[in-house]
């Protein structure tokens, strides 16, 4: 449709898409990153935003590399297509660092060694495990780093697990 009505048309000066395609894994929005590779290929003038002004260099510094294509060619493959996307580098909008004190990189991940034993992933058990560690560094970061509540965001899967974690977090 757009295709049609915009890309087709000489009588459109300008028309813009805005996309990325890491945000395409929130199905629930019924977001399509095949679509979203589709639409790119047919524009030839694509600029990106190449800044993140809400991180610190270090954790931007870890995110690069995790989506570098070199490292995530291996691991991030595109069913459909075999294949995995290039990932645009971005900077660090913010130049102030931020030191938790705890001897852990900016970039850290909580692995559940049993989740392929079970169709629900997390299992309410592990999602319990996840909510207490979450709630336990939110606490620490509170009293050690003198940081307020609304300081933390969390990303989760759903409104239902958002409502969960909520109520575990004010119990």
Not at 55 to 66: E, F, G, Q, R, V
């Amino acid at each position: 449709i757009f295709e049609n009505l915009f890309l087709n048309n000489k009588h459109i000066l300008a028309f813009y898409l805005i996309g990325d395609p890491k945000q395409s894994i929130y199905s629930f929005r019924n977001a399509d990153l095949y679509t979203y590779i589709e639409a790119s290929k047919k524009i030839s003038n694509t600029l990106f935003l190449d800044s993140n002004f809400r991180s610190t260099p270090k954790l931007i510094k870890s995110i690069n590399s995790l989506l570098s294509f070199e490292f995530s060619k291996k691991w991030l493959k595109l069913p459909k297509i075999n294949q995995s996307i290039a990932y645009q580098e971005i900077k660090a909008g913010v130049k102030k660092s931020f030191d938790f004190n705890d001897n852990l990189a900016p970039l850290h991940f909580y692995i559940s060694k049993d989740a392929s034993n079970f169709k629900k992933w997390p299992t309410e058990n592990q999602e319990m495990k996840f909510f207490n560690f979450i709630a336990l560094e939110i606490i620490n970061l509170m009293k050690n780093k003198k940081l307020s509540f609304d300081s933390f965001a969390v990303l989760i899967s759903d409104r239902y697990q958002a409502e969960r974690l909520k109520n575990h977090l004010n119990s």
